[in-house]
T-cell receptor
């Protein structure tokens, strides 16, 4: 069965520091992987997605993620955090294993400290 | 271009009352979804409609019904609300129900059942 695990429900970083949000997936077939961001009182919006074209994926707002099959990971990074990055981030895996599946992780809330 | 719109934004119900959450999209998408978001549990799929005229159960369909009224509109009905249905409900749409398609989310409906 497909699943996605986000380590750390809350992450705090200082403004200007590296952002690293962790996501591990489980899938018996090649997955498609997504990162979404949710700002307060808003719906989710896509940050980036992996669809097997390239293992390093660049998204909006300076975020990127690297697909590592050997580690079954798709961690999200940003070199320098900005106050506006404070939000909740969701990793999602999408596969077809008989039926349509699109599974979200439990989310990581990012706090950026001044 | 409003994207995905949801009404109402907030709702308080008493146990046993019924209500319908409305969702509409203006992106000419074929597929639409209803999720619920609960603290620490991420987003869970309630129902989805891969195309006009079809609906399928997701992960947590019990206590809900849906109607794909036309290509634009997808409603979620609670026939007899229960406190366990207190949650934030998101509607989303995508071009198709394929696993590589990005989902576009509405702003959510915050429902409290007392």
């Amino acid at each position: 069965a497909q699943s996605v695990t986000q380590l750390g429900s809350h992450v705090s970083v200082s403004e200007g520091a590296l952002v690293l949000l962790r996501c591990n997936y489980s899938s018996s077939v090649p997955p498609y992987l997504f990162w979404y961001v949710q700002y307060p009182n808003q719906g989710l919006q896509l940050l980036l997605k992996y669809t097997s074209a390239a293992t390093l994926v660049k998204g909006i707002n300076g975020f990127e993620a690297e697909f590592k099959k050997s580690e079954t990971s798709f961690h999200l990074t940003k070199p320098s955090a900005h106050m506006s990055d404070a939000a909740e981030y969701f990793c999602a895996v999408s596969t077809t294993s008989g039926t349509y599946k699109y599974i979200f992780g439990t989310g990581t809330r990012l706090k950026v400290l001044a | 271009n409003a994207g995905v719109t949801q009404t109402p934004k907030f709702q308080v119900l008493k146990t046993g009352q019924s209500m319908t959450l409305q969702c509409a999209q203006d992106m000419n998408h074929n597929s639409m979804y209803w999720y619920r978001q609960d603290p620490g549990m991420g987003l869970r799929l309630i129902y989805y409609s891969a195309s006009e005229g079809t609906t399928d159960k997701g992960e947590v369909p019990n206590g809900y019904n849906v109607s794909r009224l036309n290509k634009r509109e997808f409603s979620l009905r609670l026939e007899s609300a229960a406190p366990s249905q207190t949650s934030v409900y998101f509607c989303a749409s995508s071009e198709e129900a394929g696993i590589w398609y990005e989902q576009y989310f509405g702003p959510g409906t915050r429902l409290t059942v007392t």
